[in-house]
């Protein structure tokens, strides 16, 4: 069984020019879980339930938002689309992935629940519901205007050392015999 690695929130204080670890009752606001995600004007817990959500994305290591439809999430998404000078060069989405993310649905052919990331670390699915969950993924990562960079992909792995490589600029609509087995994902 894989262990859940959390952060632990310690404040460093300076009291007369050396610093001391507060208590955790003078320390700052705790580090968020990861597993929280704000849905309809609401925080839910994603390692518990969706709670009607279809579509979630992993912002930031703080934030997670989460939709009742891709129309929505992609609406209020497009303003971090890639930009260049003139604005947002893409919002070009293949099979429902939108331009500069990483996409892993529920279901075989892009369908069922999405969860998307555009961050480069590990993520564990666990923590959002999805641990062996993953049926079918786009990598809409890399892309220009002049075609794919070849330097975006992302990683599926199944918590024993057996990793997909996601390729920027691909898809893969059945995962076969990896289908349901992963427990984590490099974005």
Not at 69 to 91: F, V, W, Y
Not at 96 to 111: P, Q, T, Y
Not at 151 to 157: A, E, F, K, R, V
Not at 158 to 174: L, Q
Request: hydrophobic content about 35%; aromatic content about 8%.
């Amino acid at each position: 069984m894989r262990t859940r690695t959390r952060l632990l929130a310690s404040t460093a204080v300076a009291v007369l020019g050396v610093t001391a670890l507060a208590s955790p009752a003078t320390a700052g606001p705790a580090l968020r879980d990861p597993s929280l995600a704000s849905f309809q004007g609401r925080t839910i817990d994603l390692s518990k339930s969706w709670e009607g959500a279809q579509v979630c994305a992993v912002l930031s290591r703080s934030e997670v938002r989460c939709y009742a439809t891709n129309e929505e999430a992609s609406a209020d998404l497009a303003p971090r689309a890639s930009r260049d000078a003139d604005g947002p060069i893409s919002t070009f989405a293949w099979h429902g992935c939108d331009n500069d993310w990483i996409c892993i649905f529920e279901h075989a052919d892009f369908a069922g629940r999405k969860l998307q990331f555009s961050d480069e670390y590990w993520h564990d699915l666990d923590e959002w519901g999805f641990k062996d969950k993953t049926s079918s993924w786009v990598n809409n990562q890399g892309g220009s205007w002049t075609g794919c960079s070849g330097s975006d992909s992302g990683t599926l792995g199944d918590g024993a050392g057996n990793n997909r490589t996601m390729t920027d600029c691909t898809a893969s609509a059945n995962l076969g015999s990896y289908n349901d087995k992963a427990e984590d994902i490099h974005g």
